[in-house]
C-alpha cells in the first residue's frame, strides 16, 4: 500500500510563503506524475500544479509566477513553494501522485490534505 503524508501548511499574512512537502512511501516501483491541487469551501477542486516524471511543470493561471513545483526523486517526495501568497490562495491543500507498481498497475494517490490560511 502506498500512503502520503503531507506537511507545511498554517496560517500566514498576505505576502508571506509557506513550503508544502509530501512524501510517498510503501509498494512504489515508479512515481510518475505528481502534483498539488486545493479546495477552497464552496469551491470546485482545482489543479494548481503539476510535475512530469521528466521535470516538465504546469501551473494553474492564478499561480503561475507565484508558486514553484519541485521534486525529490530519491525521496519520493514533491514540494510547493509559495510566495507572495494572498487571501484567495486559502484552501485545503491536496498531494497527488501517480504510482506504478512492480507489475505497472498505475494508481492515483490524494494526500490528506494540509490547510494553508492567508490573512489580510
Known amino acids: 500500500q502506498v500512503q502520503l503524508v503531507e506537511s507545511g501548511g498554517g496560517l500566514v499574512q498576505a505576502g508571506g510563503s509557506l513550503r508544502l512537502s509530501c512524501a510517498a512511501s510503501?509498494?512504489?516501483?515508479?512515481?510518475?506524475?505528481m502534483g498539488w491541487h486545493r479546495q477552497a469551501p464552496g469551491k470546485q477542486r482545482e489543479m494548481v500544479a503539476v510535475i512530469t516524471s521528466g521535470g516538465s511543470t504546469n501551473y494553474a493561471d492564478s499561480v503561475k509566477g507565484r508558486y514553484t513545483i519541485s521534486r525529490d526523486n530519491a525521496k519520493n517526495t514533491v514540494y510547493l513553494q509559495m510566495d507572495s501568497l494572498k487571501p484567495e490562495d486559502t484552501a485545503v491543500y491536496y498531494c497527488n501522485v501517480l504510482i506504478s507498481n512492480i507489475v505497472l498497475r498505475t494508481t492515483e494517490y490524494w494526500g490528506q490534505g494540509t490547510q494553508v490560511t492567508v490573512s489580510s
Open positions: 510503501g509498494s512504489i516501483f515508479r512515481v510518475n506524475a
